[in-house]
């Protein structure tokens, strides 16, 4: 059974750097995984995604966040991460580790994950 456990979020100045990690239980039984975020009051987005058996490596970001974020994955540890760079407070949500294993592909969307992480919160304020 899939398990995802979210670590490394908090409260960050604007201008500074965050790395989220994701651990898989399952093992990295997964074609992809992905990241999301949601802001209060606002509709769950799609940030990063990699190939884990699927077109292993490959990376997809969301326009938000391309050239500051970077999605990576350690198979050894069964671990996703997320690097986020120049934090803006508009970065400021929940984020989530998903993971998809019912079909090949990298998806960018919420219907293409059937596991979620709990969510961490991370905070952009001076």
């Known amino acids: 059974q899939v398990q995802l456990v979210e670590s490394g979020g908090g409260l960050v100045q604007p201008g500074g750097s965050l790395r989220l990690s994701c651990e898989d239980s399952?093992?990295?039984?997964?074609?992809?995984m992905g990241w999301f975020r949601q802001a209060s009051g606002k509709e769950r987005e799609f940030i990063a995604a990699?190939?884990?058996?699927?077109?292993?490596?490959?990376?997809y970001y969301g326009d938000p966040v391309k050239g500051r974020f970077t999605i990576s994955s350690d198979n050894a540890k069964s671990t996703v991460y997320l690097e986020m760079n120049s934090l803006k407070p508009e970065d400021t949500a929940v984020y989530y580790c998903?993971?998809?294993?019912?079909?090949?592909?990298?998806?960018?969307?919420?219907?293409?994950?059937?596991?979620w992480g709990q969510g961490t919160q991370v905070t952009v304020s001076s």
């Open positions: 998903a993971a998809n294993q019912r079909a090949g592909g990298i998806g960018r969307r919420l219907s293409d994950y059937e596991h």
């Open positions: 399952g093992r990295f039984n997964s074609y992809s």
């Open positions: 990699i190939g884990i058996r699927w077109n292993s490596g490959r990376t």
